[in-house]
């Protein structure tokens, strides 16, 4: 079993960055594949990156591919998301997510395959 602590969201202006970060305990981090989603307000939540065991692979929603960067530290048992350029629509509390062993393909979107949730942190994008 592992647990997940989110932490670094904030209020930013528009084209703004910030960097968020997901500590993890209770087990061995490297073993876990792992992923951010985000819900917006009033909608579902929503995948936005993946990362696989080792770090070497990465997978991003569309709407976030060349703004958003998912990199883990396995030494340091934390999964991060590097968010640039923000948008207002980015606005959404931010989850992130593990998976014992690995996804893949398809499966790395959809939210009922990882096995452990954070409790979020919220983004604001103000514009």
């Known amino acids: 079993q592992v647990q997940l602590v989110e932490s670094g969201g904030g209020l930013v202006q528009a084209g703004g960055s910030l960097r968020l970060s997901c500590a993890a305990s209770?087990?061995?981090?490297?073993?876990?594949?792992m992923g951010w989603f985000r819900q917006p307000p009033g909608k579902e939540r929503e995948f936005v990156a993946a990362?696989?065991?080792?770090?070497?692979?990465?997978y991003y929603a569309d709407s976030v591919k060349g703004r958003f960067t998912i990199s883990r530290d396995n030494a340091q048992n934390t999964v991060y998301l590097q968010m640039s350029s923000l948008k207002p629509e980015d606005t959404a509390v931010y989850y992130c997510?593990?998976?014992?062993?690995?996804?893949?393909?398809?499966?790395?979107?959809?939210?009922?395959?990882?096995?452990?949730w954070g409790q979020g942190t919220q983004v604001t994008v103000s514009s």
């Open positions: 997510a593990a998976r014992s062993g690995g996804v893949y393909g398809s499966d790395r979107v959809r939210e009922s395959k990882y096995d452990y």
């Open positions: 209770g087990s061995t981090f490297s073993s876990y594949a």
């Open positions: 990362i696989n065991r080792s770090g070497s692979n990465t």
